[in-house]
Each structure stands twice: as C-alpha cells, then as structure tokens.
C-alpha cells in the first residue's frame, strides 16, 4: 500500500501542477469567444503551442504513467479517490502562484474529501 500512496501522491502533485501551468498557460491566451470552425482550429493551435500548457499537458501524462502504475498495485476503488488529493494540491497551488481566492467553504470540502482520501487508505488494498 505505501507503494500506492507514493505513486498517487507524486501522481496527484504533478497533476496538480500541471492544471495549475494550463490555467496560467490559458490565461495568456485567452478566452474562447469565436465558436466558428476556422477560428476554433486557430485558437486552440495557439493554446497547444503555449509552453505553459505544453508543460502543463507533459505533467498530467506524468499523472497518468503513475496512476496505470498504482492500478497495476491495486483496485481502482483504491487508486481513483488516492487522486482526489489532487484538490488539496491545486487550491494550494491556486493560492501561491495564481493568486486565486479560495472560499472557507471550499477548503471545508477539500478537507472532507482528503479525510475520505485517508479513511480508504487506512482500508488497504489488493
């Protein structure tokens, strides 16, 4: 099971991070406005060749090299709610970096769900 809470939360953290260099990737970019089919190949050509996103995309395939390698430990009852800690990695990463506001009653919840993160991994696994 240790070998599963390491790769998840690596898996976790790089997800994170990896959401957190999109956002920041988009947000130089901007908004998609122009729904018409030429315009939406253009827009999101620009978005793939942003180093923010490409950087951003490379972290979430690291994710999921991880998260095959935790299913390959253990049931996807384990490893799927293992990559909810991800919520607590983005809001804090959210904070530090893109200077976003978390509400109390969001950090409530992110809390719930890594109280639920830990009760399923104190049940072990295969």
Same mark, same amino acid.
């Given at each position: 099971? /240790?070998?599963?809470? &390491? *790769?998840? =939360?690596?898996?976790?953290?790089s997800?994170?991070?990896?959401? &957190? /260099?999109? !956002?920041r990737g988009?947000?130089?970019?901007?908004?998609?406005?122009?729904?018409a #089919?030429? *315009? /939406?190949?253009?827009?999101?050509?620009h978005?793939?060749?942003?180093?923010?996103?490409?950087?951003? =995309?490379?972290?979430?395939?690291?994710?999921?090299?991880l998260?095959?390698?935790?299913?390959?430990?253990?049931?996807?009852?384990?490893a $799927? #709610?293992?990559? *909810?800690?991800e919520?607590?990695f983005?809001?804090?990463?959210a904070?530090m970096?893109?200077?976003e506001?978390? #509400? =109390?009653?969001?950090? &409530? +919840?992110?809390? /719930?769900?890594?109280i639920? $993160?830990?009760?399923?991994a !104190?049940? +072990?696994?295969?």
């Amino acid at each position: 099971m /240790l070998r599963v809470a &390491i *790769a998840m =939360t690596f898996a976790a953290g790089s997800a994170a991070y990896g959401q &957190i /260099l999109v !956002r920041r990737g988009m947000l130089q970019v901007g908004s998609l406005e122009n729904y018409a #089919p030429l *315009a /939406l190949i253009a827009y999101f050509w620009h978005a793939l060749c942003n180093p923010y996103v490409i950087g951003g =995309t490379i972290l979430n395939a690291v994710f999921y090299f991880l998260f095959m390698a935790a299913l390959s430990w253990t049931g996807v009852t384990v490893a $799927v #709610p293992f990559s *909810a800690i991800e919520y607590g990695f983005v809001a804090v990463l959210a904070v530090m970096l893109l200077k976003e506001n978390v #509400p =109390t009653v969001r950090w &409530i +919840g992110i809390g /719930l769900v890594i109280i639920g $993160v830990m009760l399923i991994a !104190r049940g +072990g696994g295969e």
